[in-house]
């Protein structure tokens, strides 16, 4: 099946600042991405729809200034926490979808302290 | 309102018998429904999908049935062994394009010896 990176799977970071995480499809391209976060024993929770080229496409409730999403090219989507605070320590989890299937990155742990 | 729900947060048996979880879902007409294995730290693996119009459908030892009646699908694995052990996700699939999951919390399943 198709292969979706996501990095770095761990990040420690002093509150106030910036974290990027990346995610990319490795063998095929996706015009579409999807970032979610999972809190401990919770579900996932779709966060945002990354579409190359244009504008994310914000959930109710997420704040699309502190949670920017860039999908520069057909491979890499970006999400940026700024001005992070320790409510914001959750596992980010992304995905891409190849003919119909969704493929999960590996996700990233992120810690604010 | 919408919901989905899974059986029980954890399901423990014993090696060789056979695990069935439970996904059930109110207020959502899904296209497909999926299931995926989720590792701890790690993001969601695709298992199985099974379409609005299929009854049954299986992959080696695993079985998914699907109700839309019942609004009730149901994951087994049969011949468990310990290395099935992980959390199991539920997530609905309303436009059939892997376009906006929505998952359910999973069940945690421990087959031991």
């Known amino acids: 099946g198709a292969v979706v990176s996501q990095h770095p799977s761990r990040v420690i970071c002093k509150s106030g600042t910036s974290v990027k995480i990346e995610c990319r499809s490795l063998d095929f391209q996706a015009t579409t991405m999807f970032w979610y976060r999972q809190f401990p024993k919770q579900s996932l929770m779709l966060m945002a729809t990354s579409n190359e080229g244009s504008k994310a496409t914000y959930e109710q409730g997420v704040e699309k200034d502190k949670f920017l999403i860039n999908h520069a090219s057909l491979t890499l989507s970006t999400l940026t926490v700024t001005s992070a605070h320790p409510e914001d320590s959750s596992f980010y989890i992304c995905?891409?979808?190849?003919?119909?299937?969704?493929?999960f990155g590996q996700g990233t742990r992120l810690t604010v302290v | 309102s919408q919901k989905i729900e899974q059986n029980s947060e954890a399901l423990n048996i014993q090696e060789g018998k056979t695990a069935t979880l439970t996904c059930n879902y109110t207020?959502?007409?899904?296209?497909?429904l999926q299931w995926y294995r989720q590792d701890p730290g790690r993001g969601p693996v695709f298992l199985l999908l099974?379409?609005?119009?299929?009854k049954e459908k299986r992959k080696e030892r695993l079985k998914v049935t699907f109700d839309t009646t019942l609004k009730q699908s149901l994951f087994h694995i049969t011949a468990s062994q310990p290395a099935d052990s992980a959390t199991y996700l539920c997530a609905l699939d309303e436009t059939g394009t892997a376009s906006k999951l929505t998952f359910g919390t999973g069940t945690r399943l421990q087959v031991t010896l």
């Open positions: 207020n959502y007409s899904p296209a497909y």
């Open positions: 995905s891409a979808r190849d003919h119909n299937e969704a493929f």
């Open positions: 099974i379409r609005e119009n299929e």
